[in-house]
């Protein structure tokens, strides 16, 4: 069974702040996905990211996808409270099936 | 705007009830999903399909069936509700199959079972 890991599974920080949260896996998966949730909402997809190495920027957040296609990360500059919510990773392995990680919840405090 | 709607936002049910859990999605995708969301453990897939009247068996189907008679519509049954089916449930579509096609999800049905 693969499994995926975040850490940390809370952060609360002030805004304009920088902060770096993490999947992780012992398995490889072929793709990795960011969704956020905001309450009462289900997840939003963030970014895709398929080649190991791969960053990708998406305004005030950088998303990187590691060598070996096991784990990632998501950093973002800045925050504001509009990035308050629960950020998901979902990894797809060679079986296309989604396996998402427990998420953090980060809180953005104006 | 894509859209997948829910039947409703919150139920509360009693044990041995059967439970329908209706979703609609109106952007013509062949794969639908549902997962529930408990703290701590994320998103665990129960069932989806990939075509009319077809079904796959997610990570954790057991005491939950699944109907898809229409395209845009995949419900959720639970036969008998139990305590610990108490969670969160999401139902998302998809163009297509992969990590490469974005996953739309409903807002979400808490569902509490007393």
């Known amino acids: 069974t693969q499994l995926l890991e975040q850490s940390p599974q809370f952060l609360s920080i002030q805004e304009g702040e920088n902060l770096t949260v993490y999947c992780n896996s012992s398995?490889?998966?072929?793709?990795l996905q960011w969704y956020r949730q905001e309450p009462g909402e289900g997840p939003v997809l963030l970014v895709t990211?398929?080649?190991?190495?791969e960053v990708k920027k998406l305004k005030r957040l950088t998303f990187q996808f590691g060598d070996a296609r096991k784990d990632s990360s998501l950093h973002i500059t800045a925050a504001q409270p509009g990035d308050t919510g629960l950020y998901l990773c979902?990894?797809?392995?060679?079986?296309?099936?989604?396996?998402f990680g427990p998420g953090t919840r980060l809180s953005v405090l104006p | 705007d894509v859209k997948v709607t829910q039947s409703s936002r919150y139920l509360v049910k009693r044990t041995g009830e059967k439970v329908f859990l209706e979703c609609v999605q109106d952007?013509?995708?062949?794969?639908m999903f549902w997962y529930r969301q408990d703290p701590g453990l994320g998103l665990r897939l129960i069932y989806f399909?990939?075509?009319?009247?077809?079904?796959e068996k997610g990570d954790i189907p057991e005491g939950y069936s699944v109907s898809r008679e229409k395209k845009e519509r995949f419900s959720l049954i639970l036969e008998s509700a139990s305590t610990n089916q108490t969670s969160m449930y999401l139902c998302?579509?998809?163009f297509g199959a992969g990590g490469l096609y974005e996953q739309y999800f409903g807002p979400g049905t808490r569902l509490t079972v007393t």
């Open positions: 998302a579509s998809s």
């Open positions: 398995s490889v998966f072929s793709s």
């Open positions: 990211v398929v080649t190991g190495g």
């Open positions: 979902a990894g797809v392995g060679y079986g296309q099936n989604f396996v």
């Open positions: 952007m013509d995708h062949e794969n």
């Open positions: 399909s990939y075509d009319v009247k077809m079904k």
